[in-house]
């Protein structure tokens, strides 16, 4: 069975930096897609940055030349450097996976920027 485990969030002020973690399981395949996504208390969950197999890379426009999405050695690892974080930044952060045309999820890990 596809696991997403995420890891990395935490409470920090504005203008600092978090790096989140998010490693797939129980899959012999390489993900093809792996992205971040976010939701904050009241609002929908929307992107945040994508990044393919071939390692091209999207970002929503709030967050280009503040984070940086990567994925690491091992394929099956993404990870999301957060620097200058700004309070409306605070959200659950999701991992999200594309393993042969399967959508598989993380369960979240929250991010707050305090004043």
């Known amino acids: 069975q596809v696991q997403l485990v995420e890891s990395g969030g935490g409470l920090v002020q504005a203008g600092g930096s978090l790096r989140l973690s998010c490693a797939v399981s129980g899959s012999a395949f390489m993900a093809n897609t792996m992205g971040w996504y976010r939701q904050a208390p009241g609002k929908q969950r929307e992107l945040v940055a994508t990044?393919?197999?071939?390692?091209?890379?999207n970002y929503t426009d709030s967050v280009k030349g503040r984070f940086t999405i990567s994925r690491g050695n091992a394929k099956n690892t993404v990870y999301l450097q957060m620097n200058a974080l700004k309070l409306e930044d605070t959200a659950v952060y999701y991992c999200?996976?594309?393993?042969?045309?399967?959508?598989?999820w993380g369960k979240g890990t929250l991010v707050t920027v305090s004043s």
């Open positions: 999200n996976a594309i393993v042969r045309l399967m959508s598989y």
């Open positions: 990044i393919t197999s071939s390692t091209y890379t």
